[in-house]
């Protein structure tokens, strides 16, 4: 994800709850022109790529999978626990966007200030793109979220497009009436810095109805990422793996609760060892579906190990 600069760290209270994601696998459950202020502006929406996708082979390629859950029939009604529930996911970023540097410089109004459309996201030493990062977790957690029984809303639905920009991710997930959101990205820090990172929102006129919510939501991605991947809270960046951000569209007009998740350091070669592997994606997936469901239901799926 692009840096800017930083607000000040958010407060947590209470202990972190260890929670078993892992046996999520055998619940059923889981399976191995700049617009006027407040208006969602035409020139938001997708792009239309202009280019070809990378050809098979580039670093950074979407892996072959079918998405989890698909080939199996419809798990038993006691294993649907987000039934009628609506969840979003922004993918950060597109798979294309570094071929239209005009497209992701026009200005939008992110509810506090103009910002840039998008950005082409970070990559690892290899050329590994937090692109593709983000979509390949972003598809194994939406097959996650449907097996459990919820609708799931994506911002965009291939790594092969251009935009939206990031104010028309929004309106995208706020038209659907998303019971919560999650962005995903991963961030391009210092070499030597580890772990992930809860971006949690600030109040700022349209999401000031979901700050409480937001923040309780982010507490749960933070212990299931602790529970059920070999991450750990960022030693580089927030404090004890949370920051509070007022300067991302994303979060300042959403209408629903959600965070934006930076999963590891893509600079790293350690993170970018867990964030490019396909077990280390969908172990991310996982987490943050256990999560989702904790949010929405009051109980962690499966087994839930006290503190």
């Known amino acids: 994800m692009a840096r800017t600069a930083w607000s000040a760290p958010a407060a947590r209270l209470g202990a972190g709850l260890a929670v078993a994601v892992l ?8 399976s ?5 202020p407040g208006s969602p502006p035409a020139s938001g929406r997708p792009r239309p790529a202009a280019a070809s996708p990378r050809p098979a082979g580039t670093p950074g390629a979407r892996r072959s999978h079918r998405p989890p859950g698909q080939s199996r029939g419809s798990p038993p009604r006691a294993a649907r626990p987000l039934a009628g529930k609506i969840v979003g996911i922004d993918p950060g970023h597109n798979g294309l966007n570094y071929t239209d540097p005009a497209f992701l410089s026009r200005k939008i109004w992110n509810g506090r200030e103009w910002e840039d459309c998008n950005t082409t996201g970070t990559q690892t030493a290899g050329g590994y793109t937090e692109a593709q990062f983000n979509f390949n977790v972003a598809m194994d957690l939406a097959g996650y979220l449907r097996q459990a029984g919820a609708t799931v809303v994506l911002t965009r639905t291939s790594n092969h497009g ?10 995208v997930l706020n038209r659907a009436h998303a019971n919560v959101a999650i962005d995903i990205h991963a961030d391009g820090g210092p070499a030597w810095g580890r772990g992930f990172t809860v971006l949690e929102p600030v109040a700022d006129g349209p999401n000031d ?13 933070h212990r299931a990422l602790i529970a059920g991947t070999p991450l750990r809270p960022a030693d580089y960046y927030g404090h004890d793996g949370y920051m509070l951000r007022d300067d991302l569209a994303g979060l300042n007009l ?14 790293n070669p350690a993170d970018a060892a867990v964030l490019t592997s396909a077990r280390g994606q969908r172990e991310i997936a996982r987490a ?7 949010f929405l239901t009051g109980r962690w799926p499966a087994a839930a190990a006290k503190p």
């Open 23 to 30: 046996a999520l696998v055998g619940c059923g459950v889981l």
């Open 162 to 171: 251009i935009g939206p920009c990031v104010n028309w991710r929004s309106y």
């Open 209 to 221: 109805k979901v700050i409480a919510a937001s923040l309780r939501f982010g507490e749960y991605v």
């Open 32 to 36: 191995a022109g700049a617009a006027a």
């Open 288 to 294: 943050l579906a256990a999560a989702i469901i904790r």
């Open 254 to 267: 959403a209408t629903q609760p959600k965070v934006l998740i930076e999963c590891g350091n893509m600079k």
